[in-house]
């Protein structure tokens, strides 16, 4: 079975500073693809990043980006010049063929003005 | 615009009601649905997949006769708890799955609370 792991329970960041929350799975699959999603107060459960395990660059999406370190199993979430408006859940998300998705427990992200 | 419709948002009944659960996919059909449970300051836990026009498929721990799953079409999936208890209390989500290795869409969950 596949599992995820998200040892930051909690982090806090300064308005306009970078954090980076670490996420590592375990799985025997070869093929497979790793999300992060934010979920805010309102507990919509919203995309921010998507990469796929058999490609070497890591995704970015504006302020976000990853690093994917296929060998070491470990997909950590660069945010950059964090805003009050990134204040979330954020779950680290692995899926294997057949779109199976499991969750990390999540980290709760604070940013402060 | 929204691509999962889940209703309702919030349910509150009495202890020993039975309460569905619907999740519509709106842009495309889906063969596939998943029902997720969180708790409070908790992470998704899969219930089950929900197959249209066979049987759910029930992650293990998961009572299949408490927590009914209906998929009759392929752009409707219903989550029913059936004799509902307090523990029974939680935040359901649905989500659907489009291409192979297309990211989940989620809807806006339902809170269950139940008396």
């Known amino acids: 079975a596949q599992t995820v792991t998200q040892s930051q329970p909690e982090m806090s960041v300064q308005e306009a500073e970078t954090v980076t929350l670490s996420c590592t799975y375990d799985?025997?699959?070869?093929?497979?693809?790793l999300f992060w999603y934010k979920q805010p107060p309102s507990r919509q459960m919203i995309l921010v990043i998507r990469?796929?395990?058999?490609?070497?660059q890591n995704a970015t999406e504006n302020r976000f980006s990853v690093n994917f370190q296929k060998a070491a199993k470990s997909f950590s979430l660069k945010i950059s010049d964090s805003q009050l408006g990134d204040t979330a859940m954020y779950f680290c998300?692995?899926?294997?063929?057949?779109?199976?998705?499991?969750f990390g427990a999540g980290t709760r992200l604070t940013v402060k003005p | 615009g929204a691509v999962v419709s889940q209703h309702p948002s919030r349910v509150i009944c009495k202890s020993g009601t039975s309460v569905k659960i619907e999740c519509r996919s709106l842009?495309?059909?889906?063969?596939?649905m998943f029902w997720y449970r969180q708790f409070p300051k908790k992470s998704l836990m899969l219930m089950a997949t929900?197959?249209?026009?066979?049987?759910?498929?029930?992650e293990q721990g998961v009572e299949k006769d408490k927590f009914l799953i209906n998929h009759a079409s392929l752009t409707l999936s219903t989550l029913t708890v059936t004799s509902a208890h307090p523990e029974d209390s939680s935040f359901y989500i649905c989500?659907?799955?489009?291409?192979?290795?297309?990211?989940?869409?989620f809807g806006d969950g339902t809170r269950l609370s139940i008396l």
């Open positions: 998300a692995f899926m294997k063929q057949g779109n199976d998705m499991r």
């Open positions: 799985t025997s699959e070869n093929n497979y693809y």
């Open positions: 989500s659907v799955t489009g291409l192979e290795g297309q990211p989940q869409h």
């Open positions: 842009d495309f059909q889906a063969t596939t």
């Open positions: 929900s197959n249209e026009g066979s049987k759910a498929t029930y």
């Open positions: 990469q796929e395990a058999y490609k070497q």
